[in-house]
């Protein structure tokens, strides 16, 4: 490699990676440019949202979401909101120590327990909700909130699991060796100083569950049907609305997925470790 | 949501004291661990049991002391209900397309995200965005402002470019899910296959480098070998995931036109809450797990074996 | 912020109907209270709550009639200080599920639910609403025996009112006066199938985009098999025999089938497979089709300048028959009361409103007559204005009043319905079907075979009703 380029090589180059910056943005916002549209038509009004050609330039406007309120977005929301925080509260509650007992003292066939926990999350969860309807509707718990708050702690329960243990797996064996050799107790050992260690992974693991229960829809429709329903049933109401109202459905569905984009886009670096439950850091 | 049958006896049943550890020990360590195995076997493991039992079982929801024993007959009625088969192949179908094309489209976009460029932050969090999205949103999305006939996007652009509109839903149905469920998923693959890209050494590309191997060399004779268990990985996961689709189909053609997007999931969905067949549900339901199973156990051992999974610590 | 209202009203209005609730229901309330979902579900901290009165819970499907009454409801709470309307407003299919699970299992959510004349016999016999007969006793000028007499009595279980007829529909078969004079060929007024059919290939021109016949083709046990189910009646096919075994591999269902399909195949609109009542509808709005045989309700759509370009050229025939003296079917929306509702005189309240002849006159006046929900009262058919806004009036009362589902086909039946046999399995199983018809629209699967797998899925509800 000589140190001055030749200018021709260093034009060339230039070009290379302007093409390469543009085609990536170009990939980049052609995949957003959905999401994009949904959030400006939220801010639409419906005359401007239902047009062969499409608006780019409008007054925006809040009245779509005040409409959305008004219409009785609320509970389905506080719904969405109290499903998705108390599961995930309970998932980290039941899923730290386990995944300690799976990795830092580890039970003695702790990779059956992995398999056992990973092996529920692969089959489909339609082949027990008949036996799971019928068990909650005999305990007077259909239409509950409470029903889906142990749902989903069970359902986000194997990948807390399995994310968690990889992070547990590194904290240095010698960083809890040198706590103990100074005396520290059990207690001390976990709560001072392997929890500051993984907390950032729980953080993670949280979002991650966050995203899975407010997004859930199946359970949530067939469980639920007036008082406990949540932000995707809600949306079931502009199925019909036959594009009528496509500002009013772009500010229900703005505010539906914003909680979560905002939650994945704070755990983008742990994503792809926690969706494939460990197995890529 | 049920175990798979090959050896996973739970490590939860007393069983000797270990050679290592001693019994109080042991259940020391097992006691974090309880409440979870508990949870998911109450939540998982006792409903398919039941699922089984129901299988054998005639009964109707809606019809009151209609429930009777029937031995094999729901079975018989799933294997020969030609609309079985039909949601069967719609199933591999869907699952297969949505795959393959989103592993496709993630292995580019994650070539194009491996390079430096200006913004490249910015790019990588505008793409995640369609997979955080809710999938119900995400179909009627696709329904309402990308692809109506009239004032959809799509079509917007085809008639720029003189092509008569489309009712995609309608005419396409299969085309129109699968459109949406990539777009949901080639973020994750890329994202994936990303990850993959950015652990080789940069040792190794040096020296192919300085061995005189040319870009596109260097790639498909280091890059793709390593990249291999990554998009293996890749796919399994999005199909475990992919093969329980339902919202976006739910929110988009409710199955249909006719049966032309029902697969397994929205096939029992209706027989168990259209048809309140608690029956003919639970035994479509035992036969999709068995069915998934196969899958599934796949998918495992790449999951333990791919990746190595860490040894526990003593 | 309504939920939290309805919840808290639960717990603290005790109406006197609460003390009848079942032990179970009684138990399941309990559970419900101690689970941890109570304590938060309550959302209560979001809701606002007014305190005084009785909200109830209103469970419809969404269709234009309907988002009327909602447009309209303010005027009712006016009138009642103290009840409260909240809609829980779902697309049909979903609706249908929600209203059927919630009612079947004893759920307590709706203190009205909106259901149809396929519900509501099963459901009273069920014991799962409340008897409206005393009601409608004794609410003055309410005037239950003003209901269209067919329509009253599929409402009726044991001579008694289980719902209240909200709207009412029969078919016929609709044509354009103008294509059929312009080939000098008349439309008697009581048609055989042959005759239609003779007719819909004379008439059928897709040179210049007319279709002979519009007939649904979509699947749904309410989309292609509603007329489908009047074709195989008046051919003298039946789903079941006196032994509850399936008959639809039987030479008569066979024909009618054949016919049907053939029919739509031959001098169909395009695109059957996927046309419904929405596509016929605007096919025939649009000149696109020549004859329609679908709902009488189709037809307001037909005379309404604002969505139809054959206004006053349609002219109304009795649904065509083969070997029966009628064929047309019957369906009612219809309000009803869940038993297990514990607002039962408010709910009444609302229903009686929503179903009287004041409301029909109401908004008739404030919405126009186009807006009256057709077919659930005679008078409806005595009002001048609407008489005179309605050329189809009285052919649609006259279809209403001459469907016979007691009667649907020649031979006798274990069920009764015409398009749909009053059995809780018949939803899904006539959905399954459906979906084979519309596989031998789309021309892939014969008859033949379409049958031959529809007669299996009959044979296994059919067993289910043998030796009992």
Not at chain 1, 18 to 23: C, F, Q, V
Not at chain 1, 75 to 96: F, H
Not at chain 2, 51 to 67: A, E, I, K
Not at chain 3, 261 to 285: I, K
Request: hydrophobic fraction near 45%.
């Amino acid at each position: 490699m000589s140190a001055v380029e030749p200018s021709a090589r260093r034009v060339k180059r230039l070009l290379g990676q302007s093409a390469w910056t543009a085609g990536a943005w170009l990939a980049g916002l052609m995949f957003f440019f959905p999401v994009l549209w949904m959030a400006l038509t939220a801010f639409k009004q419906e005359s401007d949202a239902y047009t062969t050609t499409p608006h780019l330039v409008f007054s925006p406007t809040l009245d779509q979401f005040r409409a959305v309120f008004s219409s009785g977005i609320g509970p389905y929301l506080a719904n969405s909101a109290l499903a998705t925080a108390l599961s995930t509260l309970l998932v980290l509650a039941i899923g730290v120590p386990a995944a300690y007992a799976l990795s830092i003292r580890s039970v003695r066939r702790w990779r059956d327990a992995l398999f056992f926990f990973i092996s529920t999350k692969m089959l489909p969860v339609v082949a027990a909700i008949v036996p799971i309807y019928l068990a909650v509707r005999d305990i007077g718990a259909l239409d509950d909130i409470g029903t889906l708050i142990v749902l989903y702690t069970a359902m986000n329960l194997p990948i807390a699991v399995w994310m968690l243990r990889s992070f547990f797996l590194e904290v240095p064996g010698e960083v809890l060796e040198a706590a103990r050799v100074d005396g520290a107790t059990q207690r001390q050992e976990i709560t001072q100083v392997l929890l500051p260690m993984v907390a950032p992974g729980i953080a993670a693991t949280a979002l991650i569950c966050v995203i899975f229960s407010w997004n859930e829809f199946f359970l949530a429709l067939n469980l639920t049907s007036v008082r406990a329903a949540t932000m995707p049933v809600f949306l079931i109401g502009f199925m019909t609305s036959e594009g009528l109202y496509w500002a009013r459905l772009a500010a229900a569905a703005s505010l539906a997925c914003l909680p979560v984009l905002l939650a994945g886009w704070i755990a983008q670096k742990q994503l792809v470790r926690g969706l494939s439950m460990g197995a890529v850091k | 949501m049920a175990t798979l049958a090959p050896s996973s006896p739970v490590p939860l049943t007393p069983g000797r004291p270990s050679s290592r550890l001693s019994a109080g020990e042991a259940w020391r360590r097992r006691l974090p661990l309880s409440p979870a195995l508990l949870l998911m076997i109450i939540v998982t493991q006792i409903p398919f049991v039941f699922t089984v039992l129901f299988s054998f079982q005639s009964w109707n929801l809606v019809r009151p002391h209609s429930r009777h024993w029937v031995g094999l007959s729901n079975y018989s009625d799933v294997f020969t209900d030609s609309a079985f088969r039909d949601a069967l192949f719609t199933e591999i179908e869907m699952t297969l397309l949505a795959v393959a094309v989103s592993m496709a489209l993630g292995v580019g976009l994650a070539v194009l995200l491996d390079r430096e460029f200006p913004g490249r932050a910015m790019v990588r969090t505008l793409l995640i965005a369609p997979f955080l999205i809710m999938p119900t949103v995400a179909g009627l999305l696709w329904r309402t402002t990308m692809l109506d006939p009239v004032y959809g996007i799509v079509n917007f652009l085809l008639r720029l470019a003189g092509i008569a509109p489309v009712d995609f839903v309608s005419r396409f149905p299969m085309a129109s899910i699968v459109t949406v469920l990539v777009w949901q998923w080639t973020p994750f693959m890329a994202l994936i296959v990303l990850a993959g890209l950015q652990s080789q050494s940069g040792d190794v590309l040096e020296a192919a480098q300085i061995d005189g191997a040319g870009p596109w060399t260097t790639f498909r004779a280091i890059t793709v070998p390593h990249l291999r268990p990554y998009i293996e990985l890749g796919v399994l996961l999005g199909a475990i995931y992919l093969i329980n689709t339902f919202d976006v189909i739910f929110m988009m053609t409710q199955g249909g036109p006719g049966t032309a997007t029902t697969n397994l999931p929205y096939y029992l969905y209706q027989r168990a809450f259209l048809g309140f067949d608690v029956g003919q549900a639970s035994a479509l339901g035992v036969v999709t797990v068995a069915g998934t199973v196969v899958v599934a156990s796949i998918a495992l051992r790449m999951l333990f074996t791919v990746f190595g999974t860490t040894e526990g610590r003593a | 912020m309504r939920f939290p209202r309805t919840r808290r009203l639960r717990k603290s209005r005790r109406l006197p109907e609460n003390r009848r609730r079942r032990a179970a229901a009684a138990l399941a309330a309990v559970l419900a209270g101690l689970s941890p979902a109570a304590g938060c579900a309550g959302a209560g901290a979001i809701g606002g709550g007014s305190g005084a009165g009785t909200t109830i819970t209103v469970a419809i499907v969404a269709n234009p009639q309907m988002q009327d009454v909602q447009k309209l409801t303010p005027y009712f709470e006016h009138r009642h200080p103290g009840v409260h309307v909240r809609y829980v407003t779902l697309p049909e299919n979903v609706a249908r599920q929600k209203i059927t699970e919630s009612v079947a299992t004893g759920g307590k959510e709706f203190d009205v639910v909106m259901i149809s004349n396929y519900e509501t016999p099963m459901w009273a016999r069920n014991g799962w609403l409340v008897d409206l007969q005393p009601y409608a006793d004794r609410t003055p000028g309410y005037d239950p025996g003003d209901f269209i007499r067919p329509i009253r009595q599929s409402l009726s279980y044991r001579g008694e009112l289980y719902s209240v007829p909200f709207y009412g529909e029969s078919s016929y078969l609709m044509y354009r006066k103008d294509l059929l004079a312009a080939r000098h060929l008349t439309m008697p007024a009581a048609p055989t199938w042959e005759q239609v059919a003779a007719l819909a290939r004379k008439l059928n021109d897709p040179a210049h985009r007319v279709a002979g016949i519009c007939l649904r083709g979509v699947p749904g046990w309410g989309e292609n098999l509603a007329p489908l189910d009047t074709v195989i009646n008046t051919f003298g096919g039946r789903w079941y025999d006196l032994g509850w075994n399936a008959r639809l591999t039987s030479p008569e269902v066979t024909k009618a089938v054949g016919f049907y399909t053939g029919l739509l195949r031959t001098a169909g609109e395009p695109g059957a497979a996927t046309a419904g009542y929405t596509e016929c509808g605007t096919d025939m709005a649009q000149g696109n089709a020549a004859l329609w045989y679908d709902a009488t309700v189709a037809a307001g759509s037909l005379e309404d300048p604002g969505s139809s370009k054959v206004v006053g050229r349609i002219g109304y025939a009795s649904a065509p028959v083969e070997r029966t003296a009628s064929s047309g079917w019957l369906y009612s929306w219809s309000l009803a009361i869940p038993g297990t509702s514990r607002h039962r005189d408010a709910a009444w309240q609302f229903m009686a409103w929503a179903t009287s002849k004041q409301y029909i006159r109401f908004v008739g006046g404030r919405l126009g007559w186009s807006h009256v929900p057709p077919g659930s009262r005679v008078s409806t058919y005595r009002i001048p204005q609407y008489a005179r806004a309605a050329a189809f009036a009285e052919p649609t009362l006259r279809a209403i009043g001459a469907a016979d589902p007691e009667h649907p086909t020649v031979e006798p039946v274990p069920y009764t319905g015409v398009q749909f046999l009053d059995i809780p399995e018949f939803q899904d199983l006539g959905t399954r079907v459906s979906q084979q018809i519309t596989a031998v629209i789309a021309g892939r699967k014969s008859v033949r075979a379409a049958l031959a797998q529809s007669q299996q899925y009959a044979q296994t509800v059919g067993r289910t009703y043998r030796h009992r």
